[in-house]
């Protein structure tokens, strides 16, 4: 498909390019016969009306030499034939640029067709797990002529998981394809924003018996309140899912000018040096032959936080050795 519109696209600039091209040199070569035909003009009227007297007279002076009505055909033949050329030139580079400027124009295009594409195949793949689990089990109970109120109940709670799955899982995608960008950034409590998203993730925390050490300072962000708080939890989250019982996560800010930075330290199983350049796509999770760990999502937290990042004109950058821990630096404006 891109490869045929890339013909198209460098046909139409190759056209508008030689259009150009052919009427120039067309007003170039009737100018230059116009220009022949002058000279053979003057050259009759100098034979026809010779100049008698002195021959350093200003007007003969002037008059071209001799000239015969042979050379200027042969060259005008040659003004021609130059100009045939000079086009030829420009046909094959406009050829070779056009193809390549349609490559260039087509390729921020070819690449969100792309990553629709693969969006749309993940998300099925996301999708297709929880449903089957539902369908599984649906069936099954079904075929059973013996199904207690117990088994029942079971099932129902089972199916209700599933359910809850798909629901995360289509908010996280709503979240993904919402445009926000046009959105007034506002002055927000960094010290808030953090609480707000320490309460949220604190039951996490509590069950790993994870202590989190806070040390922010009191400074004010620009940011729309809840995304901050939406990044800050999902960080945590990761955090403390990837951070072995009875740990500590440190909170702590460098501010610099204009800019402050929150980093979040936790001595977790580490990311390895081949999965940290994919961490922020979509759907990507962290090999389990790896990492050795089990843990719960769809891979599109830091995807949503790197977004709402870009929205906050900040940052959103991650550093990580194995077995060693992982460090999160967030960056905002200051307010």
Do not use: C
Request: no cysteine; net charge positive.
């Amino acid at each position: 498909m891109f490869y045929n519109a890339r013909i198209k696209l460098t046909l139409w600039y190759l056209l508008i390019i030689m259009t150009i091209s052919i009427a120039f040199s067309v007003f170039i070569y009737t100018g230059s016969n116009h220009e022949f035909d002058r000279i053979l003009r003057i050259q009759r009227f100098r034979i026809e009306h010779p100049v008698n007297g002195d021959p350093r007279n200003v007007f003969w002076q002037k008059l071209p030499g001799p000239l015969e009505s042979a050379d200027v055909e042969d060259a005008k033949s040659r003004v021609l034939v130059s100009l045939i050329g000079i086009n030829s030139i420009i046909l094959l580079v406009s050829s070779l640029l056009g193809y390549f400027l349609a490559g260039l124009t087509l390729r921020p295009i070819k690449k969100m067709v792309d990553e629709q594409n693969q969006f749309v195949t993940d998300a099925s793949h996301e999708l297709r797990t929880p449903l089957t689990s539902l369908r599984t089990e649906i069936e099954v109970a079904l075929r059973s002529n013996t199904l207690s109120s117990p088994e029942a109940r079971k099932l129902l709670v089972s199916n209700l998981e599933d359910v809850v799955a798909l629901r995360t899982l289509s908010d996280r995608l709503l979240e993904l394809s919402s445009e926000q960008e046009g959105m007034s950034l506002e002055s927000v409590s960094l010290n808030e924003a953090m609480h707000s998203a320490l309460k949220i993730v604190g039951s996490l925390a509590k069950a790993k018996k994870i202590t989190i050490k806070s040390t922010l300072q009191d400074l004010q962000i620009k940011g729309i309140f809840s995304s901050v708080v939406e990044v800050f939890v999902i960080v945590l989250d990761n955090a403390i899912k990837y951070s072995p019982s009875k740990s500590t996560i440190k909170i702590y800010t460098e501010k610099d000018t204009g800019m402050v930075s929150i980093i979040l330290q936790d001595k977790g199983i580490g990311i390895s040096q081949q999965d940290l350049p994919h961490l922020f796509d979509r759907f990507y999770r962290v090999n389990k032959s790896r990492s050795k760990t089990d843990v719960p999502g769809y891979g599109l937290g830091l995807s949503i936080a790197q977004r709402i990042m870009k929205m906050h004109n900040g940052t959103i950058a991650i550093s990580s050795n194995q077995k060693k821990g992982t460090t999160v630096l967030v960056t905002f404006q200051t307010a």
